[in-house]
């Protein structure tokens, strides 16, 4: 049996992500030594990809799934992003970038639609799932009490 994780973990997880990234918006050089190797619409997006899945992860805990997880995670991921990059145009040597907030958005967009997707998976392809799943499990097939294919029937259906 699996404990389930009270309903707060998710939305603790997004805050201290958010937390993070905030921290590091507020620095003139954040991780230089990371920022001299890789392009930073690629950060922007892993980033960003993080937060929209942290995002979705919880809403799915809240009953929402497919589009709707990719339509918040992108709302989110555009408004925290706008935030963002408003804040860094007040940071020295930091500055605001369209294409900075183009990237935040299509990283939490992904990291939205990698929960749906992963959520879909996880439904099977009835969305019921299955035993192993969570789901129901699949009745048992009848059996007769006197023949041999019964008994077989029956140590296979247990």
Do not use: N
């Not at 507020?26 to 950060?43: G, I, M, N, R």
């Not at 995002?55 to 989110?76: E, I, K, Q, T």
């Not at 970038?97 to 439904?123: H, T």
């Amino acid at each position: 049996m699996t404990a389930r994780l009270p309903r707060w973990r998710p939305w603790l997880a997004l805050a201290l992500y958010a937390g993070v990234m905030a921290y590091l918006s507020s620095q003139s050089h954040p991780l230089p030594e990371l920022t001299a190797h890789v392009w930073d619409k690629v950060l922007h997006v892993t980033e960003y990809g993080g937060f929209g899945a942290l995002l979705s992860f919880g809403l799915r805990r809240r009953g929402l799934s497919g589009r709707d997880l990719v339509f918040w995670a992108a709302l989110a991921g555009f408004l925290w992003g706008a935030g963002d990059e408003f804040h860094q145009s007040f940071v020295p040597w930091r500055s605001a970038d369209v294409g900075d907030l183009i990237a935040d958005c299509l990283g939490s967009s992904l990291g939205g639609l990698a929960v749906a997707l992963v959520s879909l998976r996880a439904a099977g392809p009835s969305g019921a799932g299955g035993p192993a799943r969570g789901g129901p499990a699949a009745p048992a097939p009848p059996v007769s009490d006197g023949d041999a294919a019964s008994c077989v029937r029956r140590r296979r259906a247990v």
